[in-house]
C-alpha cells in the first residue's frame, strides 16, 4: 500500500513539476513606430531628418535618427515602453511630434512640418 502511495505521489510531483517549468516560456515584446513627415500642405516630404529622443536627466540610449524615404515614412524599433518627443528638420522645413510607445503595436504618427 505504501509503494503504490508512494508512485502515485512521485508521478503527481512530476507531472506538476513539468507543467510549472513548461509554462515559465520567456515572451518577446516589440514596440515600434512609423513616423510620417507632410509640409502644411499635406504633401509627403522625403529626406527629412527625423530625430527621436527623451527629455531627462539620466543617461539614456532612446534617441534615434533616420531620414524619410520617398512615401515620407521612416520606422524606428526601440527596447522598451516610453514617452518620445519627435524633431524633424529639413532645410527651412521644422515640426515636432510625440510618440506614445505600446507594447505589441506598431504606433503610426504623423508630424507636420512647416516653413
Same mark, same amino acid.
Given at each position: ?10 508521478? #503527481?510531483?512530476?507531472? /506538476? ?5 513548461? =509554462?515559465? +516560456?520567456?515572451?518577446?515584446? #516589440?514596440?515600434?513606430?512609423? /513616423?510620417?513627415? %507632410?509640409? &502644411?500642405?499635406?504633401?509627403?516630404? =522625403?529626406? !527629412?531628418?527625423? &530625430? ?17 524615404? $520617398? ?8 527596447? &522598451? %515602453? $516610453? %514617452?518620445?518627443?519627435?524633431? $524633424? ?6 515640426? +515636432?511630434?510625440? %510618440?506614445?510607445? +505600446? ?5 503610426? !504618427? ?6
Amino acid at each position: 500500500m505504501k509503494r503504490k502511495s508512494f508512485g502515485i505521489m512521485s508521478l #503527481f510531483v512530476a507531472l /506538476v513539476t513539468a507543467l510549472t517549468l513548461n =509554462s515559465c +516560456e520567456e515572451v518577446t515584446h #516589440f514596440y515600434t513606430a512609423e /513616423v510620417t513627415i %507632410i509640409d &502644411n500642405q499635406g504633401n509627403l516630404m =522625403s529626406g !527629412v531628418k527625423v &530625430n527621436t529622443d527623451v527629455n531627462v536627466q539620466n543617461l539614456h540610449v532612446v534617441g534615434k535618427e533616420a531620414y524619410t524615404n $520617398a512615401q515620407g515614412q521612416v520606422s524606428f524599433t526601440f527596447d &522598451n %515602453i $516610453a %514617452i518620445l518627443k519627435v524633431l $524633424a528638420e529639413q532645410d527651412n522645413y521644422h515640426g +515636432e511630434g510625440l %510618440i506614445v510607445l +505600446e507594447e505589441d503595436r506598431d504606433v503610426k !504618427v504623423t508630424v507636420v512640418v512647416y516653413e
